[in-house]
Each structure stands twice: as structure tokens, then as C-alpha cells.
């Protein structure tokens, strides 16, 4: 007993803020209630299973551990003369580094709004300024986000650009994503029955989604809706409303209608328009003619 009172006074009050068994048992302690804390966190935000779950995991692990370090080293007496200092001058040290770096900072801030509010997930496909940057949404961190574009390239934009862009999630579709259609037919073709065959075709594909409530279906809705648009040059321009359950869905469906429609079009005699020029020859008769 006296050797362990021995050994725990050693460096009482001058190296060490109490015992050094003490201390011992004390970092043991942070350390096995910060894992046990980290581990249950983890849990938690498995369970819920949010698509950001690697990011938010990263930044849990981040937080508590710096927490722990903090615990311990305040158990050290001449770590609590650098920290308490630090501590007191902590606003005025916040001052100078967000000065410093502005832009950093601003990074994180907007990565961490990002993360809060989420308007996007990994996997999602994001079309970012109208355009100017579009794919498929792989990475999210507190300082940037990583854009996969269709053409196999990686995009790195700053968190502060993607937290103030323009930005149109794909993705985020509650039903069924809509796109248009669009079929022009010789003014001389049967409007009515080019019409028909397009409804037809859109209608019986396999990954087409019917859009139309209970009550829209008994009021005689019909599936697919398809619009005259605009009278051009060499036809007339129509377009249906196809429906699917994600961007990547309707872009193969789209090409298969479109082969689809070609071949029903040849079937019945309904002709695809392409440039045509009527060119009149005007005689010109000279006075001596009449003569």
C-alpha cells in the first residue's frame, strides 16, 4: 500500500494535475468512455442510414477523439499552460486564422451547411449552373465536393461554389421523372394516326410509369399525353410526355421509342419530314416575242 501511495504521489501537483495512478486510470478512462461514445454514435447513424453516412462518420471521429485529446492533456500541468492561454485567446486566435484563411474557412462552413441541410447525396446526379457541370455525385467533404462526369472525369468544386450554385438534382424525384419526346411528322401524314401509334408505343414499353392517380384514371385520363408543339419548316413537331423512375431509365427508353416509332411509322405509311425546297422557273419574255 505505501509503495502505491508512493508511486501514485509522484508528480502530484507538479508534472501531473493529480496522482500518477490516478492519471493512468483517468486517461483509461476518457479513452474507454470516448470509444464507447464514438461506437454508439456510429450505431446511431447507421441505423438511421443517411447517404452522406462516410462524411458524417469521418467528422464524429474528428470531434470526439480531439475532445478526448483535449481531456487528457489537461490532466498534464504544463499542457494546461499552453491550453488555458489558448483558450482565453481562443476569439482573438479565430480572428487571425479566419482572416488568414477566408476561403478555407468558408469551405468548411459550407461544407457543413452542405452536410446539415443535404439538397444533395452521394449517387445523386446533380446538373450544377444550368449546365455547366454535370454527373453523378461521389464524394463529400467538409472542403469540397467531387463530381463524376459522364464522360468518366472527376470534377473537384470547392463547397463554397456548390453551397451558392444554380443547382438541379436529378436524382431527387418523390414519383416519376418526366421528360419530353419529340417527333416531327410530313404535313401530308395522318396527324391522327401518327398520334395513336405514338401513345401505343410509349404506353406498352416495359419501363414506361403511368403518372395518373386512381381518380385521374376513372375521370379517363389518358396514359400518355401527346401535344402538336409548333409547325415547323418541313413538318409538323410532336411531343409526348414519357415517364420514368430515374434519369438513367429514360434516356435508354427514349432511344428505344425512337426506334420504336421509326419502324411503326414505316409500317403505316407515316412519313418523317426532312428538308425539301420548291424551286419555280420564271420565263421571262422578251418584247421582240410579240412581234
Known amino acids: 500500500m505505501d509503495l502505491l501511495k508512493q508511486l501514485n504521489a509522484w508528480g502530484n501537483n507538479s508534472f501531473l494535475r493529480y496522482g500518477l495512478i490516478d492519471t493512468i486510470l483517468l486517461i483509461l478512462l476518457i479513452l474507454l468512455f470516448s470509444a464507447a461514445i464514438s461506437k454508439y454514435i456510429s450505431h446511431v447513424i447507421k441505423k438511421i442510414h443517411p447517404r452522406n453516412q462516410k462524411v458524417i462518420l469521418k467528422i464524429k471521429k474528428v470531434i470526439i477523439w480531439i475532445i478526448a485529446a483535449y481531456a487528457i492533456l489537461n490532466l498534464f500541468v504544463p499542457a494546461q499552460a499552453v491550453l488555458n492561454p489558448l483558450l482565453a485567446s481562443g476569439g482573438i486566435l479565430a480572428v487571425v486564422l479566419g482572416l488568414a484563411a477566408q476561403e478555407t474557412v468558408g469551405n468548411l462552413i459550407s461544407g457543413l451547411m452542405i452536410l446539415l441541410f443535404r439538397p444533395f447525396h452521394i449517387q445523386d446526379l446533380v446538373r450544377v449552373n444550368n449546365g455547366q457541370y454535370i454527373g453523378t455525385v461521389v464524394e463529400i467533404t467538409v472542403r469540397h465536393t467531387v463530381i463524376q462526369t459522364f464522360e468518366n472525369t472527376r470534377i473537384i ?51 414506361y410509369c403511368d403518372p395518373r392517380t386512381p381518380q385521374e384514371i376513372k375521370n379517363g385520363v389518358p396514359k400518355v399525353i401527346v401535344r402538336v408543339t409548333d409547325f415547323k419548316d418541313s413538318g409538323i413537331e410532336l411531343r409526348a410526355t414519357v415517364y420514368s423512375n430515374d434519369n438513367s431509365t429514360c434516356f435508354v427508353m427514349l432511344s428505344d421509342l425512337r426506334i420504336a416509332i421509326k419502324q411503326r411509322f414505316d409500317e403505316e405509311g407515316i412519313e418523317l419530314p426532312y428538308p425539301k425546297r420548291d424551286i419555280y422557273i420564271k420565263e421571262i419574255v422578251k418584247k421582240e416575242d410579240f412581234q
Open 157 to 207: 468544386i470547392p463547397n463554397a461554389q456548390m453551397n451558392t450554385a444554380v443547382l438541379e438534382n436529378i436524382s431527387d424525384i418523390h414519383s416519376a421523372k418526366a421528360d419530353f419526346l419529340y417527333i416531327s411528322i410530313a404535313y401530308d401524314s395522318d396527324l391522327k394516326k401518327a398520334i395513336q401509334l405514338i401513345e401505343e408505343e410509349v404506353a406498352k414499353h416495359p419501363k
